[in-house]
T-cell receptor, first 115, second 116 residues
Framework: AQSVTQLGSHVSVSEGALVLLRCNYS??????LFWYVQYPNQGLQLLLK??????LVKGINGFEAEFKKSETSFHLTKPSAHMSDAAEYFC?????????????FGGGTRVLVKP | DGGITQSPKYLFRKEGQNVTLSCEQN?????MYWYRQDPGQGLRLIYY???????QKGDIAEGYSVSREKKESFPLTVTSAQKNPTAFYLC???????????????FGPGTRLTVL
């Protein structure tokens, strides 16, 4: 079974500082990995995804993530936090089964941005 | 404007009552999903459907039921058998086939259900 672990349920950063959200996964097959963002009382929006090819993936709003197979990690970063980055972030791995395709989500990391 | 709509946004029900949450999409997606979100637990899959008139249980299907009579609609019923139904419910959809393995799921805005 696949699983996703996000280290830290809450992260607080100052505006302009680096944002680093950690995600580790377990998978018996090469994974497809995703980061989603959720603003309060809203649905999830895709930030970026890794499927194949380049291991450094760029997404929307200045975020990027690097797939490291040896570390089974897919950490999300943004060089300079903005107040609008305050949200909850979810890492997910694709769960490939004969009956269909499902996503397994991590527990989420809530980001607080201090002025 | 293509997307997923969920209604209502907030729903209150008395304990012991069944309640149905609506999910409609006009993205022409074959696959649809229902997730439950609780604080600190991420999203957990309740049911999913790959095609019309077919659906599969997810990880926490007990106390829930679904139907898929139309491609664009995937309603979720929270029955009185669900022990702790108060949660935020999210509906999603995606394309099918190999593309879906590399693709994404598109999410609706969610319904917050509170059982009193």
């Amino acid at each position: 079974a696949q699983s996703v672990t996000q280290l830290g349920s809450h992260v607080s950063v100052s505006e302009g500082a680096l944002v680093l959200l950690r995600c580790n996964y377990s998978s018996s097959v090469p994974p497809y990995l995703f980061w989603y963002v959720q603003y309060p009382n809203q649905g999830l929006q895709l930030l970026l995804k890794y499927t194949t090819g380049a291991t450094l993936v760029k997404g929307i709003n200045g975020f990027e993530a690097e797939f490291k197979k040896s570390e089974t990690s897919f950490h999300l970063t943004k060089p300079s936090a903005h107040m609008s980055d305050a949200a909850e972030y979810f890492c997910a791995v694709n769960q490939i089964k004969a009956a269909g395709n499902k996503l397994t989500f991590g527990g989420g990391t809530r980001v607080l941005v201090k002025p | 404007d293509g997307g997923i709509t969920q209604s209502p946004k907030y729903l209150f029900r008395k304990e012991g009552q069944n309640v149905t949450l609506s999910c409609e999409q006009n993205l022409n997606h074959d696959a649809m999903y229902w997730y439950r979100q609780d604080p600190g637990q991420g999203l957990r899959l309740i049911y999913y459907s790959q095609i019309v008139n077919d659906f599969q249980k997810g990880d926490i299907a007990e106390g829930y039921s679904v139907s898929r009579e139309k491609k664009e609609s995937f309603p979720l019923t929270v029955t009185s058998a669900q022990k702790n139904p108060t949660a935020f419910y999210l509906c999603a959809s995606s394309t099918r086939g190999l593309a879906v393995l590399m693709g994404e799921q598109f999410f609706g805005p969610g319904t917050r259900l509170t059982v009193l």
